[in-house]
T-cell receptor, first 116, second 107 residues
Framework: SQTIHQWPATLVQPVGSPLSLECTVE??????LYWYRQAAGRGLQLLFY??????ISSEVPQNLSASRPQDRQFILSSKKLLLSDSGFYLC???????????????FGSGTQLSVL | RKEVEQDPGPFNVPEGATVAFNCTYS??????FFWYRQDCRKEPKLLMS???SGNEDGRFTAQLNRASQYISLLIRDSKLSDSATYLC????????FGAGTTVTVRA
C-alpha cells in the first residue's frame, strides 16, 4: 500500500532563517506531488505541484521554492523565512494519471511552521 | 469571487441530529467533487467523492447540483466523532479547496 511521510511535524524558526521540509512517498511510482499551505481558519492554498523529477510548477509567487530530486521525494525550501510564511504545510500525492481528472489526494501529516 | 466557497459555521448540533451544509463553486466546467474531513491540526482525509447522481455512504449523503453549482453534505444521526471541519474540493484543471465548514456535535 502507498504511504506518505512528511517531517518535521512542528517547526519554530526565526525570521530570516532558511527552511527545508521534506516529503517522501512509498508504494507508488511517478506520483503527482503537491505542497499546500493552510493559514489559520483558511482553506488550503496550492503552492507547488510536480508531475515528475525536476518538473515543478508554482501556483503563487512567494519566497518559497520546491524541488523534486527523486521520483518520490518532494522538498519545500526557503532561503529566508518571513513572518507571513507561518502556517500548516501539507504534502500530498495522487495518481500519476492525468492531473485534471478526478484523482483523490492523499496527504502527509503536515508541518506546523511558526516563524517568530 | 472565490473558486470554492463554504459557510464556515460553526454548526453546533446535538448527538443524533441531522446537519447539512453546502459548498458553491464558480467554474461551471468543474469535473469532479469531493468532501474531505479535517480534524484540528491534522491532515485532511477523504470522506467521499460526489457523483452527479448523488451518493450515500452510511450516515453521509453527498449531492451535486450542476445547474446551481453547488454540492452538499448531509450527516444523519450525528455522532460526537463527527465533530470536525469538512472541506469541499472542486476539480477543474486543479484541485481547489474551500476554507471548510466546522461541525461540532455535543452530547
Amino acid at each position: 500500500s502507498q504511504t506518505i511521510h512528511q517531517w518535521p511535524a512542528t517547526l519554530v524558526q526565526p525570521v530570516g532563517s532558511p527552511l527545508s521540509l521534506e516529503c517522501t512517498v512509498e508504494g507508488t511510482s511517478n506520483p503527482n506531488l503537491y505542497w499546500y499551505r493552510q493559514a489559520a481558519g483558511r482553506g488550503l492554498q496550492l503552492l507547488f505541484y510536480s508531475v515528475g523529477i525536476g518538473q515543478i510548477s508554482s501556483e503563487v509567487p512567494q519566497n518559497l521554492s520546491a524541488s523534486r530530486p527523486q521520483d518520490r521525494q518532494f522538498i519545500l525550501s526557503s532561503k529566508k523565512l518571513l513572518l507571513s510564511d507561518s502556517g500548516f504545510y501539507l504534502c500530498a500525492w495522487n495518481s500519476p494519471h492525468r492531473i485534471a481528472t478526478n484523482e483523490k489526494l492523499f496527504f502527509g501529516s503536515g508541518t506546523q511552521l511558526s516563524v517568530l | 469571487r472565490k473558486e470554492v466557497e463554504q459557510d464556515p459555521g460553526p454548526f453546533n448540533v446535538p448527538e443524533g441530529a441531522t446537519v447539512a451544509f453546502n459548498c458553491t463553486y464558480s467554474n461551471s466546467a468543474s469535473q469532479s467533487f469531493f468532501w474531505y474531513r479535517q480534524d484540528c491540526r491534522k491532515e485532511p482525509k477523504l470522506l467521499m467523492s460526489v457523483y452527479s447522481s448523488g451518493n450515500e455512504d452510511g450516515r453521509f449523503t453527498a449531492q451535486l447540483n450542476r445547474a446551481s453549482q453547488y454540492i452538499s453534505l448531509l450527516i444523519r444521526d450525528s455522532k460526537l466523532s463527527d465533530s470536525a471541519t469538512y472541506l469541499c474540493v472542486v476539480n477543474d484543471y486543479k484541485l481547489s479547496f474551500g476554507a471548510g465548514t466546522t461541525v461540532t456535535v455535543r452530547a
